[in-house]
């Protein structure tokens, strides 16, 4: 029987880097996926001003502003864009078991992003921004959540 195959994604709004988890826990980096939008400042991402709106009484106007920010949109797509690709990956039988490791807001987004069937990979959650972290940092906050998650 082959032994399920444990990745680990470690991501932001902007980058995902992916590990395979070795039975001797060691972490291997095998791809990365990146949002060049996603290092962009807000400024660099709307370029026109603000839609203008009319008081419903007066004469006044105002800017409108979105609901959204430009850089809160490019999160989100970023988002769906590496739930696909870890869907996909599941699907063609790549992993069976995934921790998923990324400051809370971006953990939130990507949780929400995932298909039922990614989400039912998910074995651990860790909010935490590793995204410039060593394979063998990323690899010791894993162990320790793991253990911390199976009670020892």
């Known amino acids: 029987m082959e032994t399920p195959s444990t990745w680990v994604?470690?991501?932001d709004g902007a980058r995902a880097r992916f590990f395979e988890r070795n039975k001797d826990r060691t972490l291997k980096e095998f791809d990365v996926l990146v949002s060049p939008e996603g290092r962009l400042h807000e400024g660099q991402l709307t370029a026109d001003r603000a839609g203008r709106a009319f008081d419903s009484r007066g004469g006044g106007r105002h800017a409108m502003e979105p609901r959204h920010s430009a850089r809160e949109h490019q999160v989100t797509v970023f988002a769906k864009q590496?739930?696909?690709h870890i869907d996909d990956a599941r699907v063609a039988g790549y992993l069976d078991r995934l921790v998923l490791v990324a400051p809370p807001k971006f953990l939130g987004e990507l949780r929400t992003s995932l298909c039922p069937g990614a989400r039912a990979v998910v074995v651990h959650s860790i909010d935490k921004e590793l995204t410039?972290?060593?394979a063998e940092e990323v690899a010791g906050h894993v162990d320790a959540e793991l253990e911390v998650g199976r009670g020892h």
């Open 82 to 84: 590496l739930a696909e």
């Open 9 to 11: 994604i470690v991501a």
């Open 132 to 134: 410039t972290a060593s």
